[in-house]
């Protein structure tokens, strides 16, 4: 069973129009949500973190907002710029990380 | 600088013959992890070393081993792969286990069973 879902294999943006990632989670007891963003023949790095106390972080063009209640959590990307084109994946962190299965994002001229 | 690094990226063995992947770090971090991805599919933990203390999945095969010599280098032996373990695979590490930590991984070995 998947903890973490990510509905959505892959999402298609126009540059400079906002990408909006989402995640599902199954479990109202993780606490802490993170992102991270993947390159080909890369390792995943670390974007942008959330702790449940929080409804909402900002780091630059990222935002995460967490929506408790529904247990969902989305990541946008405004403006969409086309370094910005990779793998993101969701990931909480229970008493180990555990990941979705990532949305390739694609940032369009 | 590199800071994980994963030797070879890209590995082939035949089915049944032992392979190992190594993993090193300049971090200097406790815990260093092992993760398999499949295609299209979510990184899995396979086991991690807080430190020289071995902590194994409780899904991870019997057939996936891990040595620690010391705190830059970890290694993932397989004794006697199959065509289910053709995987990315990852290293990463952390600074410690607990509080907001952040994994830092390595680029990954991509290993192709024939």
């Known amino acids: 069973d998947q903890q973490v879902k990510q509905n959505s294999p892959s999402l298609s943006v126009q540059e400079g129009r906002i990408s909006i990632l989402n995640c599902d989670y199954t479990?109202?007891?993780?606490?802490?949500f993170l992102w991270y963003k993947k390159y080909p023949a890369e390792g995943p790095t670390f974007l942008i973190s959330?702790?449940?106390?929080?409804d909402k972080n900002e780091d630059g063009r990222f935002t995460v907002f967490l929506n408790k209640s529904a247990k969902h959590l989305s990541l946008h990307i405004v403006p969409s710029q086309p370094g910005d084109s990779a793998v993101y994946f969701c990931a909480v962190r229970d008493d180990k990380i555990i990941f979705g299965k990532g949305t390739r994002l694609h940032i369009l001229p | 600088d590199a800071m994980v690094i994963q030797n070879p990226r890209y590995q082939v063995t035949q089915f049944g013959k032992p392979v190992t992947l190594s993993c090193s770090q300049t971090?200097?971090?406790?815990?260093m992890y092992w993760y398999q991805q499949k295609s299209s599919q979510a990184p899995k933990l396979l086991f991690h070393y807080y430190d020289k203390d071995f902590n194994n999945e409780a899904d991870t095969p019997d057939n996936f081993q891990s040595r620690r010599p010391n705190t830059s280098f970890c290694f993932l032996d397989i004794r006697s792969p199959g065509l289910g373990d053709a995987a990315m695979y990852l290293c990463a590490t952390s600074r410690d286990y607990t509080g907001d930590y952040e994994q830092y991984f390595g680029p990954g070995t991509r290993l192709t069973v024939t």
């Open positions: 479990n109202s007891m993780f606490d802490y």
């Open positions: 959330i702790s449940s106390i929080k």
């Open positions: 971090l200097n971090h406790n815990v």
